[in-house]
Structure formats: structure tokens, C-alpha cells
């Protein structure tokens, strides 16, 4: 049994504290008083996982046994999520692919044949052959590639179907492989540190248009004071119900401790007043060590991480009903309780977000990665109060990766340059990005994420940033923080000196200690 | 005497100059690379007139063009060495007051000066150019009655508006209009070069454009564009802030940063962008019809986003090579222009046209007045060359000298 999550009230005692900032972590100390989450420790993980995936296949929640639901003939399509989660990526063998391989194994026995893999990409990049070869594993990358084997083409008219509309409204255009299957294998990796879990597999799995109900423009919740993500579940939620009454989808949910960084970072794992001598030494030895490198390298260094992660769990069957023993395992790994909301939330940003895996973190990325993903990383209620304050730690460099995020450019340096308002940019260049020819191109042929897909992350986080009042960014480059509608400061103490005008000068400050992922469930 | 700044050959101030132009980056740089210029401040006998139909023009402004900064920063190509005669008063952009009567126009007439020394004015018999309408194409810049010169401000026998006095012939005078303060006049030769360049585009009605360069060929090409063609979007590439407020103004579509550039009017014109293994990016795809008017690296820019047999004018003196390898690739067509074409009489004599007159008619109408914003005495050559080769970072558009100062 592992200790559970934890809220420290910062007193006297209370050592620096570890934070995250890009490509590298400080220690810093906070304000007498400030509550800090910390997750529980990592859970056992499944000691024999080719028996538990077994098992899961055999005895699945609200559905007949996968063996059961295959027969010869069947046109069965095996959906996995990208590299998008988990970050960091998993050290090899990928959890998918012992899944999809006992998946095979249990349609040969069943005679059947008709097989395709599909990597829910939605309108990120698509995976290079030997990401995919990472996640699928050399046996199947060598009998389906190409084929067989492939990702997801959100621009594809050819391979994209109609499916009907929700009651909001909403075309449904997904993978026509998917719609026109017997059995749809959704294979997830859930890490869910976000309100409500991972998104169904309908999301990776839409065309273009169709996305853009998901992650569209901020709407009426804002308004009607709804939660940040609120929407994007809810429409993510019609959408997944309407693939699922046209087509069978068999899902098979796994989830992962929180081993995210490799032993030599362990002390990334403890809480700082339980460091030892030894993970003292081995943070001043990163530390410095990651100061004095190359910034090249360090990149390099950092992005070629591996997670050690084990498997917490594996649950499968029909994806309403395995939805709340995901949850509970998620909740085990990453739920903290926190008592009520704060004035001031504090996120430190590691190196790499779900888009930036083996690429670049760039600006509108990490404003992504503070007020998506970690703003997120709630249950019941945000961390911070309504017109609260965000503290973000990233040193938001003015660095694009060019193959991945060529959209990314352009949307920094034209769109962003006139106005952040999420209203005004989808109205004047969102139709632009999502028909321009030569985005449409790079995603399509090359590794460049769509068009749109910086629209819909600064939608997300826009979200949040209408929600508080303001977002200060510490040892952040100015013009790329100001460029955002951020705000600057050098220090902790100058932020919160800058935050007193939106909530006075006694705030009550929380630090979300992540990674490793914390979720606090506010009450 | 008149006083006057002189350009001289000096192999030591040359080398000097080209030195710390290419070597000292940013304003020191300039204000260096101007005290080293090879220019001396020089009292002079008053110009003889070197034959009938010339007259004597006391300046009262005159601008130090880019062609006169890259002379003397020593960046100017040795190719022009032959049509100029030293030493040399330069200043071609003049206005100033008639001391002589000149045909029906009388003493003290304000008058702008079309630089181009052509057959006619050399008193010798026109050449097949001239014969044709295209003075400034002049095949005889080096004969006749004055020493070589390709226009006033480059030969040693009529002087310059760098001084008090200079000789041009009648045929090279424009009286100004009384409505038209000094400084606009003193834009109407530039205006006239920016005119010729658009009428030599010969840009079709819908056409995209960009113009790389937004200093004064560049803004006042855009104003040209603006007046004389029916283009679709017009892009303007400039450095600075100023420059991008006043293009704005003057009715640009978008301004853009020069290192955005290509990914913006890649976007603009539905383009791909590529990345060449060395040099900057390139578009497949592109704006019709490109202006360079830097002078130095705009060509190379200019080249790179012109879509394929689109067209690019040269408007700015070239002191910098590129790579011509998209006029080959992309059969783009590579258009000089240079100076502005003559003035013409038409129908009963009373009416001139041409680049240069209607320069003048558009000078009196548009807001140009403030980019004459810097004004130096002769005996300030050093700070007004200085300035003027920092213009764009100062915020300066035209540096111009008064030679009625001390």
C-alpha cells in the first residue's frame, strides 16, 4: 500500500521545494503558510502483466468476452492513441503494444483477418515510422506497416465518413475504417490528469472539420460559468455516443504509475524533506550538470527520456462502463483532496507537453501545457478560484520546432502579434489555417501538425485564462510571455508582489507538486 | 566662391570606408563610415554654364539619396566608375531658386531638377535612345559639352545640390507649383524614379505586389503603385516601426517584417515554403510582381518570393549580389529601372507628361511633406551622412542639406 496524496502547509521547517521549469528544475522557497499537493507515491504496479492483460480480455465490464465478439469475418480495426500520451514516452515495451499483440493473438484464434491498426492521431503530426515501431513493437510493425498500419488522416475525404449529427448539432466525420467496422478495438493509455480522464476515441479518430466542435471556439460556458473543459467533455461525450451506436467499440483502458522520470532522478519522486543525502547529491549533480550542458544537447538529453512506468491496471469492455474503474485507478496514482480553492495556484512546467514529445515546447505550447493540461489537472473544482491568479515557472523560450509546428510559427508571429482574443482569431484566420493548402500538405505528408491545431490550444487555454485574472509567468523571455498575455517576473516573490492587485496582499497560494502527476480534487 | 561638399578619389578614405561600414555594425558604424567618406567641405569658383540653354540654380535643398550613400560607403559597383567624372559635387535631388531666366520661366522660379545628363542637354545630336523618348537610357552620358556624368551630382561640370550653386540645362527644370512647400518638392525626383519603376512593372489589375524596402524609393514606389496600377494585395517588407506606420498609411495591405517575410506572404498567396540546405527560405508559389528598393540585400529577397514567371524591378541601386538562381529556375523576369523618362510636351505644347511631371502633380497631393525630417548645413556633412546612413534605425526618412546655412 503506498503512502496517499498529501497537502503540506508550508511552515518553517518546510525545506525549498522542487519545481519544474522547461529543461531543468530549481528549488524554491514558498510563503509561509502555502498548501502544497503532493501526489501519492506510485502504486504497486500489475505483477504479471501478460496475465492481467489476459484476464482483461477474457473478463471484460458491460460486454461479452473479446474472443466472443469475434468471428471469421470480422472487420475488426484496433485504434490506439499516439504519442501524445503518456509523457514522457514509456521505455520500451510500450503497454500498447503487449495489448494489441494479445488482441492478434485472440483474433487468429478466431480466424480472422480482416485487421487494421490505426493510430488516433486526430489532427496532430503523424508518427514517424519509428515512433510507431516505439508504441506498436517491432513484431506487429513488421507484419502491418504499411498496409495495415497507419495513422489516423483527418484530411483524407477519401477514408472520412459522415456519421450523423449530435443533438448539438454536430457533424460527426470519422475514419471511415472505424464507421464501416464489425469491432472497433480502442487500445488507451489513460493518464488522465484532466477533468473527467482521457477524451474517448472518437477524438483522434475526426476529420478537420469535425474536430473543431471539440476544441472550437470558447462558446457560452464562459459565460454561463460552466468549468473550463466543461464543454469539450460534454461535446466529446455526444460525439463518442454517437460512433458508439453505429459501431461496436470494445475498449481496453490501462493506466500507469507515476515513474516518470528514470532512478537517477528519483529524487524527482520524494518529498524534499525525505531527500537523503544521496538524492541531495544526485539533484545538485542534475542540476548542475544540466546547467553547464549545451542547450542542444540538454534538449536532446531531456527528450530522449524514457519512462519507467509500470502498469496499474487494465480494465476493458464497453467504454461507459470501465469508465469509473479507470477513474478509480487514475484517482489512486494522482488524486490528492485539497480543502476549497486558492487565490493562487503555482505550476512549474516541465520539459515536454502531450504535443512537444521528441519536438520543441514553444510558447503557445507551453501556455497550452500551463492553462490546459496543469489547469486541468482537477477534480470538482479548479485549483484557483474564479479571478484568481496563475503562477507559471517555464522559461518560454522563442524556439519553434520547424517540421512539427510550422503553423505554430505563423500563428505566433501573425495571428498572436494582433490580438490573443480567442473570438477575434477564429474569426479572422482560423478558416485560413485550417484550408491553407501547404498546411494541409506538411500534415498530411511530412510530420507537421495541423493547420488548426494551434487555434484549438489556445482555445483550451484560453478557457482557463478567461476563468482567472491574471497569469504571471517566472523567468519567463518577456516578449514571448507578453506576446501570450502574459506577465513577467524574475522571481516568486515579484510575482506574487504583481499578483496582489487581483488578490490582495494575505493570498492563499497552492503548488500542484507535478510531475510526477498530482490531480487535486478540490472539495 | 560657393561653398561645397566635394567627392574626391581617395584610395585610402575608400578602403577606410568600406571598412568600417562592413565592419561596425549599427549607428557608431554609420556615423564612422560617414566621417570617412571621401568628401571634403570646399569653397569653389561659381559653375560656368557650359553652353546656351544652361542656367544658374542656387539650391535650397538637397538629398542624399541611397545611390550617393552606397558611393560613399564605397559600396557602389566599380561598373559605374566610367559615367562619372571627379571630382564631383554630389546632390541630384534638388530643389532650388533660378538665378537665370530659363526659356519663358523667370529668375527666382522655385524649380526641381530632372538629374539626367542626355543628348540634349550635351548639345550634341540625340542618340537612338534619346531619338526614341528614353533619355535616361542615354547611350552619351560621356561626351558633348560637359564631362562624363550620368546625371548631375556625378560629373565635375555642373556641380551638385551640395553647394550653393550648381548649372543644369532649362530642359532638365521643373518650376514648382506655389502650393508645394520646399520638402515635398525636394521628394519629386525620388517620386519620379518610384513612378518609372511602376510604369516599367507594368503591373496587371489584380496583380499581387510586395515591395522590399519601405525607405524613400520603397514608400514612395508603394505610393506610386497606389496611384498609377490596379494591384490586388500590395505587401511592403520593412525593418522598422516607423517605416511600418507609415506604410500603413500610404494604403499598404499588410507590412511585414523582413525575416517573416516569406512565411507571411506564403501564407498570403496560398504558397509552400522551402528551406534550401544553405541561405534563406524560398516560396513555390509567390507574389506576382516584386519592387527591391534596399539597394543592398533585397534583391536576394525579392527573388525569393516571386512566384514563377512572376516579375522583379529592380528600383534600388545594386550594391549587393544575390542569387540568380530563381530567375533561371523560375523564369522570373528581372526588370531594371533607372531615373524616370522625360518629360513630354503634348497637344498644343502646354501640357508636360511623363514620370517626372506627374511625380510633380502627385507630390502636391499626397502626405509626404514629413519625410524630409532631417536638414543639415554643408558644414555638418559628416552628421548628415551619418544620419542618413542610419535612417531607418533613427526614424528618419529623407536626410537632406541646406546649403543656405551656415
Known sequence: ??????????????????????????????????????????????????????????????????????????????????????????AAPDIRSRIIEAVLEVAAATS???????????????????????????????????????????????????????????????????????????????????????????????????????????????VAGALPDAGLRAADERMAALLEAKVKVFRIDSTLDNSMFPSRLSFVYKREWEWSLKDQGAFLTAQRANSLTPAKL?????????????????????????????????????????????????????????????????????????????????RGRPLVRRGGVVILYHPVPLSFHPVHHPSYIDFYDEVLAGTTDPSTLSQKFEKQFAQDEWYRHLYRNSYAFHGVHPFHVWYRACRARDYVGDVICVGADRQAAARLGFRTASTLADALEMATGSVGRSPRIAYLHNPPRTLADVR | MIPAVEYHRSALRFLAARGASGRVSGVLGDAVAGSLAPLRLVNLPDPKRPAEGWVRVRPKLSGICGSDLALLSAKASPYLSPVVSTPFIPGHEVVGELLDGAGDVPAGTRVVLDPVLACATRDIEPCAQCAAGEESRCDHVTAGVVSAGLQTGFCADTGGGWSGMLV??????????????????????????????????????????????????????????????????????????????????????????????????????????????????????????????????????????????????????????????????????????????????????????????????????????????AVYPLSQWREAIGHALAAGRLGSVKVAFDPTKD
Open chain 1, 298 to 378: 540538454r534538449h536532446r538529453l531531456w527528450h530522449n527520456l524514457r519512462a519507467p512506468y509500470r502498469v496499474t491496471g487494465i480494465t476493458s469492455g464497453e467504454p461507459g462502463a470501465i469508465r469509473t474503474r479507470t477513474l478509480a485507478q487514475v484517482d489512486a496514482q494522482q488524486r490528492t483532496e485539497v480543502s476549497g480553492q486558492s487565490d493562487i495556484a503555482v505550476f512549474g512546467l516541465p520539459y515536454s507537453g502531450p504535443y512537444s514529445v521528441n519536438s520543441i515546447t514553444n510558447p503557445v505550447l507551453v501556455a497550452g501545457l500551463g492553462l490546459g493540461e496543469f489547469f486541468n489537472a482537477y
Open chain 1, 112 to 222: 480472422v483477418d480482416d485487421v487494421e491498426l490505426i493510430a488516433a492521431t486526430g489532427l496532430r503530426r503523424r508518427l514517424t515510422p519509428a515512433e510507431l515501431r516505439s508504441l506498436v513493437g517491432d513484431r506487429i510493425y513488421a507484419s502491418f506497416h504499411p498496409d495495415h498500419l497507419r495513422c489516423h488522416d483527418a484530411e483524407d475525404r477519401a477514408t472520412l465518413t459522415l456519421i450523423g449529427s449530435t443533438d448539438e448539432g454536430e457533424d460527426v466525420e470519422v475514419n471511415t475504417r472505424v464507421a464501416d467496422s464489425d469491432l472497433v478495438v480502442f487500445v488507451n493509455v489513460n493518464v488522465g490528469a484532466v477533468t473527467g480522464g482521457a477524451l474517448s476515441c472518437v477524438a483522434g479518430l475526426l476529420s478537420a472539420a469535425s474536430s473543431g466542435h471539440l476544441y472550437g471556439v470558447p462558446g457560452g460556458e464562459i
Open chain 2, 168 to 373: 543644369a540645362h532649362e530642359r532638365q527644370l521643373h518650376a514648382v507649383p506655389d502650393g508645394l512647400s520646399d520638402k515635398a518638392a525636394l521628394l519629386v525626383e525620388p517620386l519620379a524614379c518610384a513612378v518609372h519603376s511602376v510604369r516599367r512593372a507594368a503591373i496587371p489589375d489584380g496583380a499581387s505586389v510586395v515591395i522590399v524596402g519601405a525607405g524613400t524609393i520603397g514608400l514612395l514606389t508603394l505610393l506610386a503603385v497606389r496611384e498609377y496600377a490596379a494591384p490586388g494585395a500590395v505587401y511592403v517588407v520593412a525593418k522598422h516601426k516607423h517605416q511600418h506606420d507609415r506604410a500603413v498609411a500610404l494604403g499598404a495591405t499588410e507590412v511585414v517584417d523582413p525575416r517573416q517575410a516569406p512565411r507571411v506572404l506564403r501564407r498570403a498567396t496560398g504558397a509552400s515554403l522551402h528551406d534550401p540546405e544553405r541561405g534563406p527560405d524560398y516560396l513555390l508559389g509567390g507574389v506576382d510582381v516584386a519592387f527591391e528598393c534596399t539597394g543592398s540585400s533585397g534583391l536576394d529577397a525579392a527573388l525569393r518570393l516571386v512566384r514563377a514567371g512572376g516579375r522583379v524591378v529592380l528600383s534600388g541601386m545594386p550594391s549587393r549580389g544575390a542569387d540568380l538562381t530563381p530567375v533561371w529556375f523560375r523564369e522570373l523576369e528581372l526588370i531594371g529601372s533607372y531615373a524616370s523618362a522625360g518629360s513630354r510636351q503634348e497637344g498644343d505644347g502646354n501640357r508636360t507628361t511623363g514620370d517626372f511631371a506627374d511625380a510633380l502633380v502627385l507630390a502636391g497631393t499626397a502626405p509626404i511633406e514629413r519625410y524630409v525630417d
Open chain 1, 1 to 90: 500500500m503506498s503512502r496517499p496524496g498529501f497537502v503540506l502547509e508550508v511552515d518553517e521547517r518546510t525545506p525549498p521545494l522542487l519545481v519544474h521549469e522547461g529543461e531543468g528544475f530549481r528549488l524554491e522557497r514558498f510563503p509561509l503558510g502555502t498548501q502544497v499537493i503532493y501526489p501519492p507515491d506510485a502504486v504497486p504496479g500489475v505483477p504479471d502483466l501478460d496475465a492481467a492483460v489476459d484476464a482483461a480480455l477474457a473478463g471484460p465490464e458491460g460486454s461479452a468476452p473479446l474472443a466472443e465478439l469475434l468471428t471469421p469475418g470480422t472487420k475488426l480495426t484496433i485504434v490506439f492513441n499516439d504519442l501524445s500520451v503518456p509523457t514522457p514516452p514509456m
